[in-house]
């Protein structure tokens, strides 16, 4: 938390509000004179009178006598501390918490960001914090607090942000102040050692960045994406800072004029709205540079469309659509269907006759505060509504998906450096998408999620007995890649002995689900090498005892209409009676005997073989052909040879052929003594766990 250092390497005045540039300036001013005498305890300190006029723009009649308090006890704890800048130590709280302030913090937030470094930095005490202000404002503190080097060594950094996350898993408001923190850190990075600044840097952007973006603080994200592009990308930060103080100076702008044309059709529409033009940050120039090649005038900003109504935005839209040209490959409804971060907003392009294309953002003044602010505008989540009155749980309704399963892989991790890892690799992934269950629950899953990460999601570590899914009602390996929107059941085995596969690590998609499977690999090593070393021997062992798939002879009973002719069932449908059948004479005075739905039927039909009538005589034995497919699993070709036995059916052969993609294929040649007991023979395979169907073999080639 402590920063070292002043000169901002920042973007400068081009790339932030004059008005926040000025603040900063004030308090390095304001901080110095709250040095020189003592603040009267029954008065508003001057030093905090920007975060007093911020705050008062989003809530007129908050009670100011906590940051009052708050503000007394870090000056003087802080005092005499110094920056490594020589500015007094207080200009670091009160720029964090004027940040907070002008995004709409509430006032609990405030005073804990007032005193977010007093209980790391000096003698205060988080007991003391809670007495005097507090149990919210302690768990705040404390959720901020550095874990010490001395007592965690190298682990210290990964160990903090575990704790950090933790500590947000219960108070979105941990990671609001962190945030500001960061962004004025990075503020006033400049005097560092140039690999210092790269360590921080590369640490804000692979942490802090994501976890802005996640929660919806575009304010904060978007200016520290800058800060970390002039740090580790200076060249390219400054061409892109060339290039946009050359646009600046241009004699015409074509977004003023789009924007004047949009003005004067929602005038025309009687639609009341406020059109701005938004400039685009450092990092998002770059991009549309790096994406499009030359820039146009029209590529340095957005249009801002901000209406009062949420009917009003499809207004604006219809309105930009009818009497424009609009690119409609630009279009996106974030309000229909809401971001994961809370982002809300109509997303579309308009071409002008120049052939310049402007973006236009439509939201409404609501949308847009919730866009710049995320979780911060949202006040305090935690307060109980005015009609329902607080039981003392604490309740998280903007929790979101990500950050639960954020909370749940940490726990597994373990190790720092495993944690750390895998939070970085987390939070690189972008988007999230939402899948059902059958039962109407949702899961969230990051994108590119395999039904490995929705089992691990829905099930834990009892996922390991996961055989396989059906998506979308249709049966899927486990290793298939869902979409937004697909409804999962996963099947679940009853066999106490299932256990997940290596396999399963190169589909998981999710910390969860690798680091709970790699658990379970390093406790059963020995399991996992003997499955290895079974994933080729089974069809190598069983298939010199497969016969071929035709067979040669047969004890059922079957009359001919051609005396003398030897009689063959077809391997292509293995008829057994009661099947209707119908005969054909091939070579050596044979009548091969098919189901009459078999397709090799229709074939020798179209070639003009003549029909043999055959039916089936009192016999009722019979040997007949089945496939079982299956998802792999161990033991599952005994369990399944066990429940045909029990049938009293005769395996006559079998083959298993290698997996594929976690799927196994089973042939059973099977001799019943009853023709009548293979509907309960196919339902007994069919009830083994990991078989998901079961089918008399139908082999064209025969």
Known sequence: MSAEATNPATPGPVAGSAARWRARIDLRRLGRAALLGPT?????PSAISHVVDAHR????GADLEPLRRAYVLAESSHRGQMRKSGEPYITHPLAVTLILAELG??????TASLLHDTVEDTDVTLDQVGEEFGADVRYLVDGVTKLEKVDYGAAAEPETFRKMLVATGNDVRVMSIKLADRLHNMRTLGVMRPEKQARIAKVTRDVLIPLAERLGVQALKTELEDLV???LHPEEYEHTRELIVDNASRADDPLAEIADEVRGHLREADITAEVLIRPRHFVSVHRVARKRGQLRGADFGRLLVLVNEDADCYGVLGELHTCMTPVVSEFKDFIAVPKFNLYQSLHTAVAHPDG????????THQMHKVAEAGVIALGNPYAPAPDDPADG???DPTRPGWLSRLLDWQEGAPDPDTFWSTLREDLAQDREITVFRPDGGTLGLPEGASCVDAAYAQYGEDAHACIGARVNGRLATLSTVLRDGDTVQLLMGQDPASEPSREWLEHAHTPAARIAIQRWLAAHPAADDAREQRQEPPAAALRPTAESSVLRSTTADIIVDQ?????????CCTPVPPDEVTGFAVRGGVVTVHRIECAAVERMKSAGRAEV???WGDTTECRVTLLAESFGRPHLLADLTEAMALEGAEIVSATVEPPTQQRVRHTYTVQLPDAAHLPALMRAMRNVAGVYDVSRAHTPGA
């Open 393 to 395: 749980e604490r309740i």
């Open 229 to 231: 592009f002039a740090i």
């Open 563 to 571: 005396p003398g002719a030897t009689v063959r069932l077809a391997g």
């Open 40 to 44: 009267a305890r029954d008065r508003l």
């Open 57 to 60: 723009a989003h809530y007129p």
């Open 105 to 110: 913090a509430e006032t609990t937030t405030l």
């Open 613 to 615: 009538g055959v039916r």
């Open 356 to 363: 310049q294309v402007a973006e236009v953002l439509i939201r």
